[in-house]
């Protein structure tokens, strides 16, 4: 196109006049891309991640052995093993290999003397040194290092180091003292293909563990892995919970199950505590007291306060730990409440009663929500049985009729999410900004017992379309209420607003 048609043709284009309504769609369309990458953008609680199929994972492997490869001038075979050696860590292989090649290679275990594919030979003349078998035509087979033994042998040695032992990164030599390690092509050369398959599924393995960004699911038969940038560092400003394929939720800082607000380190020590026996030791403290004399543990088994140690014979007062002489002819009403020893025997008793009240308040509730959320996966069953009634009994359709499950599910998770805020709540510091916390929590509470109720109502088809309605409209409440909790939390984290009464 020539100058003078651009000419005539920016003419024509200012001569056209747009109307308000297309500035309204320009408009619209803007609109319309901001809702997307609102939509895509992270929530304060949430961290970015990916999930992996074991087919991903095994590409990525690949990708890395050709690029390492291709620098070193290596065979790929070679270089998976190098890798695997420094744990996958490039920078780490390349700076070592770059300052000495031959002590880099020495402690991988591989020789570069000789790369040629490995095969089968038959020897005339030889004895295998293991078994001392001399057959003639019997297959034989000889690593890089030169030591040779029998195909039967070697198959023996690596299907007891791959399945009965688990190895797979470095399984070496046979020979006496040889570092020499078989690479993938030896062993699939040699064992049967079930024992190949197992080898390189524990090779999979060795890479996951030797990344700290990438973990396996701990769900039982779940294959997936899950990749995030979260660092053991950041556990104490995070709960980085992701969530497989398979759409399984768990943390990626400890591998449990989805445990937001509450931080890995204190629901370690949350669990620990609710495991072992020291809150028996609590309660021993809240409901017993020692003799003064003889440190016996006394409980008491009526109305007198006069004690007596049926051990050591010492008498002292219930109420006051006091010695009993010191109280004339006062038996039954204790007056001696300023002495020095009763003052601090009364003062541990009452810390101790008190450490253990607020503990069980704390415990309670976790445990009943979490019973509640084993109720509610109950209540699958009869959802379903009601979804299906449903969809007979009105013409509504499947799909109409999956509000229900929705609701459940939404209720499973928020039954989760409470549970472990009264873990995190039990640690904290009170101040004006955990009175916030509880606030959110309690409104929680309050929209989960609320949903929880009208899931559990029978359905009388006449108020269908009302009960619809009230359930849809909990449901998104509820989620829009553990939002606020979580994101808030997470924005506490961060900002290291939160206090905690032991150390983290």
């Known amino acids: 196109m020539s100058s003078e048609d651009d000419f005539m043709l920016e003419d024509d284009m200012s001569d056209i006049e747009f109307d308000d309504s297309m500035d309204e769609v320009f408009s619209d369309v803007d609109d319309f891309g901001a809702v997307i990458a609102e939509k895509d953008k992270l929530k304060p609680y949430e961290v970015e991640h990916k999930s992996l199929s074991v087919d991903d994972i095994r590409r990525v492997q690949t990708v890395r052995v050709q690029q390492v490869s291709a620098v070193l001038g290596l065979p790929d075979e070679q270089v998976a093993t190098l890798l695997r050696h420094f744990k996958w860590n490039r920078e780490k292989l390349l700076e070592r290999y770059m300052d ?15 790369s040629a594919p490995p095969k089968l030979e038959v020897v005339p003349g030889f004895m295998c040194d293991i078994c001392c078998n001399d057959d003639e035509g019997m297959d034989t087979y000889a690593l890089p290092c030169q030591h040779r033994f029998c195909k039967d042998c070697y198959e023996y040695y690596l299907t007891q180091k791959i399945k009965d032992e688990g190895e797979s990164r470095k399984i070496q030599c046979p020979g006496e003292k040889c570092n020499v390690v078989m690479d993938e092509k030896t062993v699939k050369l040699i064992v ?13 393995r060795t890479y996951v563990d030797d990344n700290e960004h990438i973990k396996w699911c701990p769900a039982p038969n779940c294959e997936n892995a899950v990749e995030c940038a979260a660092s053991l560092k950041q556990l104490q400003t995070v709960v980085p919970t992701v969530t497989c394929a398979a759409g399984h939720e768990f943390c990626f800082g400890c591998s449990l199950a989805d445990h937001q607000p509450c931080m890995c380190a204190l629901v370690k020590r949350w669990l620990k505590k609710c495991e ?14 020692e003799c003064l004399k003889c440190q016996s543990t006394i409980e008491k088994n009526g109305g007198c306060n006069h004690m007596t140690c049926r051990k050591c014979k010492y008498e002292f007062c219930w109420v006051c730990m006091g010695p009993w002489a010191e109280h004339g002819t006062s038996w039954y009403n204790c007056n001696r409440y300023e002495e020095k020893n009763s003052i601090n025997a009364r003062d541990a008793q009452a810390k101790s009663r008190a ?6 308040h704390y415990y309670n509730r976790f445990a009943n929500h979490e019973q509640s959320a084993k109720l509610d996966r109950e209540l699958y069953n009869r959802t379903e049985k009601k979804m299906a009634q449903l969809q007979a009994n009105s013409e509504l359709s499947w799909i109409e009729v999956q509000f229900l499950k929705a609701a459940v599910d939404v209720l499973v998770q928020a039954r989760q999410t409470l549970k472990w805020t009264y873990a995190f709540a039990f640690y904290l510091q009170r101040n004006n900004v955990t009175e916030i916390f509880e606030d959110n929590q309690r409104d929680l509470e309050m929209a989960v017992e609320n949903l929880s109720h009208l899931c559990e109502q029978p359905i009388d088809p006449k ?7 009230n359930i849809l409209d909990k449901t998104v409440y509820v989620n829009t209420r553990k939002e606020v909790l979580l994101s808030d939390t997470a924005k506490g984290l961060k900002e290291e607003r939160w206090t905690y009464n032991v150390e983290v």
């Open 100 to 114: 000495d090649p031959d002590s880099a290679v020495k402690a991988a275990g591989i020789t570069t003397e000789d």
């Open 192 to 204: 049967r293909d079930d024992v190949y398959q197992r080898y390189v599924t524990l090779l999979d």
């Open 276 to 289: 072992d026996d020291s809150e028996t030791a609590n309660w021993l403290s809240a409901n017993t007291k």
């Open 355 to 360: 450490s253990l009240e607020r503990y069980l």
């Open 463 to 469: 108020e269908l379309s009302t009960l619809k309605q």
